[in-house]
């Protein structure tokens, strides 16, 4: 996956507990992204990056947040897990030709 | 939601061409038609893009109608590793590149 390395890639959370999703990149992406998708679903866009220091929403972002300190690392952090944020995730970064988006491998997030 | 408009599902055989459709009718000028790909859950695979021109690489081609109101992905010769979720997407190539994805087309192919 072009690069794109995400962890944990299993994870159950009881509901009301916090954790961060790490996605790091070796690619120099500048843009980077987080997806979740739910089950027969497309995917949904929650944050995404243009460079290190800058961030902004997509169409889901309540209940996550992001940072973007480097240009390698861009996680995701749920503050206070809910059973709707059941799902998976996925990292993403556009190689700077700007044609291609390249995925992580995932990350299955369960809240009990 | 997703400007496009694809089939839920489409069965194929083995070493023949697959031929996946997409409606857009309502795509804009400056907007790109953009296929990925998702094996069994794994992260979406990039397959092809293309704005007014068909399209050809090492994947596929992609053929999109003179009116550029629907588009066709071609596998030429679909191998059972081929089996995953197409999804077509429009998108302008600008700084924020938000692709908005439908559900896609589930394309088995079969031996």
């Known amino acids: 996956n072009a690069g794109v390395t995400q962890t944990p890639k299993f994870r159950i959370l009881k509901i009301g507990q916090s954790m961060t999703l790490q996605c790091t990149q070796d690619m120099n992406h500048n843009y980077m992204y987080w997806y979740r998708q739910d089950p027969g679903m497309g995917l949904k866009l929650i944050y995404y990056?243009?460079?290190?220091?800058?961030?902004d929403k997509g169409e889901v972002p309540n209940g996550y947040n992001v940072s973007r300190s480097t240009t390698e690392d861009f996680p995701l952090r749920l503050e206070l897990a809910a059973p709707s944020q059941t799902s998976v995730y996925f990292c993403?970064?556009?190689?700077?030709?700007?044609?291609?988006?390249?995925f992580g491998e995932g990350s299955w997030l369960t809240v009990v | 939601d997703a400007k496009t408009t694809q089939p839920t599902s489409m069965d194929c055989a083995e070493g023949r061409a697959a031929n996946l459709p997409c409606n857009h009718s309502?795509?804009?000028?400056?907007?790109?038609v953009y296929w990925y790909r998702q094996i069994h859950s794994q992260g979406p695979q990039y397959i092809i893009h293309?704005?007014?021109?068909?399209e050809t690489n090492e994947m596929a081609s992609l053929i999109i109608t003179e009116d550029r109101k629907s588009s066709t992905l071609i596998l030429p010769h679909a191998t059972l590793r081929d089996t995953a979720v197409y999804y077509c997407?429009?998108?302008?190539?600008?700084?924020?590149?938000?692709?908005?994805w439908g559900a896609g087309t589930k394309l088995i192919i079969k031996p």
């Open positions: 997407i429009v998108s302008i190539m600008d700084s924020n590149y938000q692709l908005i």
């Open positions: 293309g704005l007014k021109n068909n």
């Open positions: 993403a970064g556009r190689d700077p030709s700007g044609n291609t988006i390249y």
């Open positions: 990056s243009v460079g290190a220091g800058i961030t």
């Open positions: 309502t795509i804009s000028g400056n907007e790109y």
